[in-house]
């Protein structure tokens, strides 16, 4: 079974700061990794994953085999990073997406 | 593209009503997914579509709930009869089962049972 684990369902950092989501992971193959992003009023949008190996808004996020990770980083936060931050899983193409809980991420003037 | 579009955008319903939700996916997208978005549980897989067939629905939580993909281009999640606890927003996304994965989501719809 495919599981996806947030820890943290709120996140709050000051603007300039580095800023880590978390992400766990189970899956018995190769998974896809993913980050999507939902902003205030606005529909859920991918921002990154894993095999594009991009760094996007300055965010990037490093698969980790050995830990089951994907955790999100960005070494300064912006105030325009606050949103809801969700971690999915996918396995063969087309398949089903295995999203996480969501992390609210605030970041304080 | 318009994109994955939804309709309505907002529906407040009394409990006990029929409650459907309509989704268009993007032209030439061959998967469709609706997902349900609550606080407590985050967003959840309800059920999904590939070529107009359901493949997965051991998301969808009782027998009050049930979709349909009589084309590729429209698909609607019903829920009779509606309960509070049913509250959330609905999401509907597409996307075109390659290798890329990335899914496209609708506005979703906020639905209130009162």
């Known amino acids: 079974a495919q599981r996806v684990t947030q820890p943290e369902k709120l996140l709050s950092v000051f603007k300039g700061a580095p800023v880590e989501l978390k992400c766990n992971y189970s899956?018995?193959?190769?998974?896809?990794l993913f980050w999507y992003v939902q902003y205030s009023r606005q529909r859920l949008q991918l921002l990154l994953r894993h095999i594009s190996r991009e760094s996007i808004k300055g965010f990037t996020a490093d698969l980790n085999k050995g830990e089951t990770s994907f955790h999100l980083k960005k070494p300064f936060a912006q105030e325009e990073d606050s949103a809801m931050y969700y971690c999915a899983l996918s396995g063969p193409s087309g398949s089903r997406l295995t999203f996480g809980e969501g992390t609210q991420l605030t970041v304080n003037p | 593209d318009a994109g994955v579009i939804q309709s309505p955008r907002h529906e407040v319903t009394e409990m006990g009503q029929e409650v459907t939700l309509r989704c268009k996916p993007i032209?030439?997208?061959?998967?469709l997914f609706w997902y349900r978005q609550t606080m407590m549980r985050g967003l959840e897989l309800l059920i999904y579509?590939?070529?107009?067939?359901?493949?997965?629905d051991s998301g969808m939580p009782e027998d009050r709930f049930s979709a349909k993909m009589p084309n590729a281009s429209f698909s609607t999640l019903k829920i009779q009869p509606s309960e509070p606890r049913d509250s959330a927003v609905y999401f509907c996304a597409s996307n075109a089962g390659t290798s890329r994965n990335e899914q496209f989501f609708g506005p979703g719809t906020r639905l209130t049972v009162l």
């Open positions: 032209s030439g997208h061959n998967s």
């Open positions: 899956y018995s193959g190769s998974p896809e």
């Open positions: 579509f590939n070529n107009n067939v359901p493949i997965d």
